[in-house]
């Protein structure tokens, strides 16, 4: 059984701020994991589909659902469809299954109407709100039971296509710089990378 609290300091290091909006996340991704019935991801075990957005507190969501998930874009294992919503699928890539997780509407809205959130309309920046505002709500999201703020989906058959890693690499012919051949492109003066493509357009 994945447990948030377990994942809450890494978190907040890697974050870098203590909000809601980031153990939100956790907890959101520990309630998928645990649907699934699976581990964090030491490799690509599991996909993340991101439907955040960039701009508002989704980031800060996201943020947590990868400290949880070990779904990283370092990694490759997690995409964004810029759906601006608090919401994502989880994809047991073995397993061949997923389940897609959200926050409830009515939670959605008032999390909106939050004094921390009061304090980000007013331009402070996150890491300046007093934690007499910040603690309460952080200590609420991690201990408030699932049912209040999660809709978890049902369990869906989901087949990832995994593609083969590349490990074979050649330089540009115009930079020099070394790329890694699927990413090569064909020009007269022989192979280029996609910035030097870019450049001669």
Known sequence: ???????FDVGLAFHGHKCPAMPLGLRAAAAAMNTLGVERARDKELHVISETGKGHAAGCFLDGIMTATGCTYGKSNIEKLYYNKMAFTLVDVAGKKA????????FFARMLQSPFVEERKKGVLPQDIPAAIADPLVEKVMTMPEEMFLDIGPLQDYVLERKP?????APCSRCGEMVFVDKLVESESGPICLGCRQQEA
């Open 99 to 106: 389940v897609r997780v959200s926050l409830k509407p009515g």
């Open 1 to 7: 059984m994945v447990d948030a609290k377990d994942f």
């Open 165 to 169: 890693g590349v490990f074979a690499a």
